[in-house]
């Protein structure tokens, strides 16, 4: 195995040995282990997860509203007067001085002393000025209506949401791979079909001198193929720079910049029969990451407008108080503990509770008649995906048989030019052919496994791309040999 270009790959090797293959420079992929680079620390995913994370800890808190509230609480207060009772000792004096004036009515005496002592009153304190008190306190909600449990059901479900939301995200990223790497071997074959015809040209043009100094051919011929030559060179430069864009974007999909060359080494494929396009239909509605979304957020929306209606009934809840700690306030006068249940019921607070049900009926009915519209939309997708599919499929087929043909047609005009049977025009006319008819049989294997990636991606079964790959044809029979 030859030096890696990068510590992260030779960190990759470490981890995994066997799973890049370096060669003449370059290092070897196939699909799958450019699938395990591309998990291995990607973003997106890293974000999805994240999402799934928040989303439980957001049940978890949810989960909390069952568990009973418990709070210690403290306070100092300082009031402008102590806290006392008075009692006015008239009261007393006025029962005495009629008692009095009963068994001597012209008493003057005891009544004058009775008066004043009446004049007065009596207090007693009952808490100073300044208080002061800790208290730990506990709320059990023991009915409300079912609120806790719609709440519960709305917590579990937003998992699931987030972690289809997260196999979403896995398709999305399986999709853009095979774009991108195949792609990238679209890239490096096309440059294989152009290098061949080049040097195809190159041997044409070094016949076509020798032929000119002969006498056997003319100096227009010499040059028509020099110009051919010439310009099969310009596209072969093309092709190397798109290879190397390719190369690039790979890269930095796979997170591998600054290493070398990157040699996709799982061929093109196309798998000659496939499901009806009905079966893929009918995974849409099943399997479709955004339709189950869409259903999740529809059974969310009910969770939501059975809440709304269960604000109509009472809430009960146990309580509880404990004074750990109090500093004037007399036992007599205020408990240290105490316990009771107590109820609430809102009667009426301004059509509330009706607008909030009539929103979440609201919502309940737009994300139902969103999920189908999304479930046709979708519908037409595969469709027009199922139909590259298939004309791609008829062209490879047809370009098959317009390959074998031209290969024959250049060995025989090659064999007759040299016999001096035919033009330098039908020879270059029929590397020209061969070349443009391997291309565009390699284009439309491309074409081929792009839609199909596309296509199990929209029906929610990805992870059936490489049975299909590992079923198919592949390309290597375009290629002369």
């Given at each position: 195995m030859h030096r890696l270009y990068a510590p992260c790959l030779i960190l990759?090797?470490?981890?995994?040995?066997?799973?890049?293959?370096?060669?003449?420079?370059?290092?070897?992929?196939?699909?799958?282990?450019?699938?395990?680079?591309?998990?291995?620390?990607?973003?997106?995913?890293?974000?999805?997860?994240?999402?799934?994370?928040?989303?439980?800890?957001?049940?978890?808190?949810?989960?909390?509203?069952?568990y009973p509230d418990v709070n210690i609480s403290g306070a100092y207060v300082r009031m402008a007067n102590p806290i006392?009772?008075?009692?006015?000792?008239?009261?007393?004096?006025?029962?005495?001085?009629?008692?009095?004036?009963?068994?001597?009515?012209?008493d003057q005496i005891i009544s004058s002393i009775l008066d004043q002592i009446g004049t007065y009153s009596l207090r007693f304190p009952l808490a100073p000025q300044s208080l002061a008190t800790v208290d730990a306190s506990v709320t059990w909600p023991l009915f409300a209506g079912g609120k806790r449990i719609y709440a519960g059901k709305i917590g579990r479900t937003m998992v699931e949401a987030a972690e289809v939301g997260r196999g979403q995200v896995e398709a999305d990223l399986q999709t853009l791979?095979?774009?991108?790497?195949?792609?990238?071997?679209?890239?490096?074959?096309?440059?294989?079909?152009?290098?061949?015809?080049l040097r195809s040209l190159e041997q044409h043009y070094q016949d076509a001198l020798k032929l000119e100094a002969q006498g056997m051919i003319d100096k227009?011929?010499?040059?028509?193929?020099?110009?051919?030559?010439?310009?099969?060179?310009?596209?072969?430069?093309?092709?190397?720079?798109?290879?190397?864009?390719?190369?690039?974007?790979?890269?930095?999909?796979?997170?591998?910049?600054?290493?070398?060359?990157?040699?996709?080494?799982?061929?093109?494929?196309?798998?000659?029969?496939?499901?009806?396009?009905?079966?893929?239909?009918?995974?849409?509605?099943?399997?479709?990451?955004?339709?189950?979304?869409?259903?999740?957020q529809n059974e969310m929306a009910g969770y939501e407008l059975k809440m709304g209606?269960?604000?109509?009934?009472?809430?009960?809840?146990?309580?509880?108080?404990?004074?750990?700690?109090?500093?004037?306030?007399?036992?007599?006068?205020?408990?240290?503990?105490?316990?009771?249940?107590?109820?609430?019921?809102?009667?009426?607070?301004?059509?509330?509770?009706?607008?909030?049900i009539k929103q979440a009926r609201i919502t309940q009915q737009t994300v139902s008649l969103t999920r189908d519209k999304a479930v046709d939309d979708l519908g037409v997708g595969i469709d027009k995906l199922y139909t590259q599919i298939q004309n791609a499929l008829d062209d490879v087929t047809a370009l098959s048989t317009t390959i074998e043909l031209s290969r024959e047609l250049v060995r025989m005009r090659q064999r007759a030019f040299a016999e001096g049977m035919a033009t330098s025009t039908e020879v270059v006319d029929a590397e020209v052919m061969l070349s443009k008819a391997e291309i565009a049989s390699l284009l439309a294997y491309y074409q081929y496994d792009v839609a199909l990636a596309a296509l199990l991606a929209t029906c929610g079964i990805p992870e059936t791309f490489g049975e299909y790959r590992r079923e198919g044809r592949t390309e290597h029979y375009i290629f002369r040999p």
């Open positions: 990759i090797l470490a981890l995994c040995p066997g799973l890049l293959a370096a060669q003449d420079g370059a290092t070897e992929l196939t699909l799958e282990q450019s699938l395990e680079l591309l998990h291995r620390d990607n973003r997106s995913l890293k974000i999805a997860d994240k999402s799934i994370e928040w989303a439980r800890s957001e049940r978890q808190r949810i989960s909390s509203f069952w006392e009772v008075r009692e006015p000792l008239s009261q007393f004096t006025d029962p005495a001085k009629d008692f009095v004036h009963s068994i001597i009515p012209d791979l095979v774009e991108s790497y195949f792609a990238l071997r679209l890239g490096r074959k096309v440059v294989e079909v152009r290098e061949q015809t227009a011929a010499r040059l028509f193929v020099q110009v051919s030559r010439d310009e099969a060179r310009r596209e072969l430069e093309s092709a190397r720079k798109d290879l190397g864009v390719a190369q690039s974007a790979l890269r930095t999909l796979l997170g591998l910049e600054g290493t070398g060359d990157i040699h996709p080494s799982s061929p093109l494929f196309i798998h000659d029969t496939l499901p009806p396009v009905s079966y893929f239909k009918s995974l849409v509605g099943e399997n479709n990451y955004m339709v189950n979304q869409l259903e999740l209606k269960t604000a109509y009934a009472p809430e009960i809840a146990l309580f509880g108080k404990q004074t750990l700690y109090s500093h004037g306030i007399q036992k007599n006068l205020m408990p240290r503990a105490m316990v009771g249940i107590g109820a609430t019921w809102n009667i009426f607070d301004g059509l509330n509770r009706e607008k909030k």
